[in-house]
């Protein structure tokens, strides 16, 4: 079974950071890919980061060298570090996993950045 809650959203100034977390009751181990999406009002959900269970990282153009995305496998817990945020960053962000040729979602975190 896989459950993914997510933590760490919340408001924030411009300029300033945040560091999601997306943990599982079980081991994230088993995931060939985790990541985050985000869905901001009146938008498609994007991609923002992903990584496999080899380590391989991928981010969208608007985030990189702002976020930063890890994972730990003795905590199965998934990890988005954000970093000089942007009101453009505020979003409903949401963790993925893909196990056994299904999709997973977590319930989602709002981040709201100030200007």
């Known amino acids: 079974q896989v459950q993914l809650v997510e933590s760490g959203g919340g408001l924030v100034q411009a300029g300033g950071s945040l560091r999601l977390s997306c943990a599982d009751s079980g081991s994230i181990f088993r995931f060939n890919v985790m990541g985050w999406y985000r869905q901001a009002p009146g938008k498609q959900r994007e991609l923002v980061a992903q990584?496999?269970?080899?380590?391989?990282?991928n981010y969208a153009d608007s985030v990189k060298g702002r976020f930063t995305i890890s994972r730990s496998d003795a905590k199965n817990t998934l990890y988005l570090q954000m970093n000089s945020l942007k009101p453009e960053d505020t979003a409903v962000y949401y963790c993925?996993?893909?196990?056994?040729?299904?999709?997973?979602w977590g319930q989602g975190t709002q981040v709201t950045v100030s200007s």
């Open positions: 993925y996993s893909l196990y056994g040729g299904n999709t997973y």
């Open positions: 990584i496999t269970r080899a380590g391989t990282t």
